[in-house]
Nanobody
């Protein structure tokens, strides 16, 4: 049975850093596109970034580019989201998602078959 589990969220002050983890079971993440999305209360789900399968160069939303980094540790079946220089507007529930569709629209949430439960990130001043 496929399961994705996010961890690493918490409370951090403006300018701080967090590293989120997405660990999979029942699925080999290296064979899937893995994206991070976030959703703040009352807001639409927002694409954060994607690590495409067979592609070493992740892509990021403009809002996080230069601050967030996605990486894979395939031996642990884990994908990370390193978040630096955090801002209050980064406050959201962060989700990882895995998909295998051949598509250029990987920023669309409906392209992903598997989702984690989310982890809360709160950035205060």
């Amino acid at each position: 049975q496929v399961q994705l589990v996010e961890s690493g969220g918490g409370l951090v002050q403006t300018g701080g850093s967090l590293r989120l983890s997405c660990t999979a079971s029942g699925l080999t993440l290296s064979s899937y596109h893995v994206s991070w999305f976030r959703q703040a209360p009352g807001k639409e789900r927002e694409f954060v970034g994607v690590a495409r399968r067979y592609n070493s160069n992740p892509n990021y939303a403009d809002s996080v580019k230069g601050r967030f980094t996605i990486s894979r540790e395939s031996a642990k079946n884990t994908v990370y989201l390193q978040m630096n220089s955090l801002k209050p507007e980064d406050t959201a529930v962060y989700y990882c998602a895995a998909g295998s569709q051949v598509t250029s629209a990987l920023m669309r949430s409906d392209m992903y078959a598997y989702w984690g439960q989310g982890t809360q990130v709160t950035v205060g001043s």
